[in-house]
């Protein structure tokens, strides 16, 4: 059965305080990694997709990379609307269902 | 673009009441999902279509919930009779087929 689970559950950080967000997962044959962010009262966003191990992609302060076993998404100097909820999802090739992490919740402080 | 429009953003109603979440995803995904997101359980997936046929209900709990596609621009999740456990946010996303899901604002559903 294909798994994702994400540390930590919250995360507080001071204005320009660099961290990183662990997402890690066991799939059938990963097809892809989907890193999401939720604000309060909103569905989840797309951020970046994922498809084999060393590939990376970076937006903005975000990097999001991965090996086979995890995914890291890396938030450079944050600022406070960066504050959300941090979902990672996996897709296996043996089907088309996304299983999403718990998230982490992410507050910068200023 | 418009994006995953949800409607309605809010229900609040008895137990035993037939509840109806609607959704309308982006144009030309062929591929809907609908997901219950709760503090306890997280993003769980109810149910997805594929052209507008249902390809796996596995994570619809009873046989209180349904879901329909009658075409590929509206889809609808029924509840029916509701249950005070079933309040949560309901999510409809959308996507063309293995590429990135794109959410709805969800309709938070309380039943009382």
């Known amino acids: 059965e294909d798994q994702v689970t994400q540390s930590p559950e919250a995360l507080r950080l001071q204005e320009g305080e660099s961290s990183s967000l662990n997402c890690s997962y066991t799939?059938?044959?990963?097809?892809?990694l989907f890193w999401y962010r939720q604000d309060p009262g909103k569905g989840p966003e797309f951020l970046f997709t994922?498809?084999?191990a060393g590939e990376e992609k970076e937006k903005e302060r975000l990097k999001a990379t991965l090996t086979k076993k995890e995914s890291f998404l890396h938030i450079t100097a944050p600022k406070p609307e960066d504050s959300a909820t941090y979902l990672c999802?996996?897709?296996?090739?043996?089907?088309?269902?996304?299983?999403f992490g718990p998230g982490t919740r992410l507050s910068v402080l200023p | 673009d418009a994006g995953v429009i949800q409607s309605p953003r809010h229900e609040v109603t008895e137990m035993g009441q037939e509840v109806t979440l609607r959704c309308k995803p982006i144009?030309?995904?062929?591929?809907l999902f609908w997901y219950r997101q709760t503090m306890m359980r997280g993003l769980e997936l109810l149910i997805y279509?594929?052209?507008?046929?249902?390809?796996?209900d596995s994570g619809m709990p009873e046989d209180r919930f349904s879901a329909k596609m009658p075409n590929a621009s509206f889809s609808t999740l029924k509840i029916q009779p509701s249950e005070p456990r079933d309040s949560a946010v309901y999510f409809c996303?959308?996507?063309?087929?293995?590429?990135?899901?794109?959410f709805g604002d969800g309709t938070r559903l309380s039943i009382l």
């Open positions: 999802a996996v897709q296996s090739y043996y089907g088309q269902n996304f299983v």
């Open positions: 799939v059938s044959g990963l097809r892809g």
């Open positions: 994922l498809y084999s």
């Open positions: 144009s030309g995904h062929n591929s």
């Open positions: 279509f594929n052209n507008n046929v249902p390809i796996d």
């Open positions: 996303a959308s996507c063309v087929s293995n590429q990135p899901q794109h």
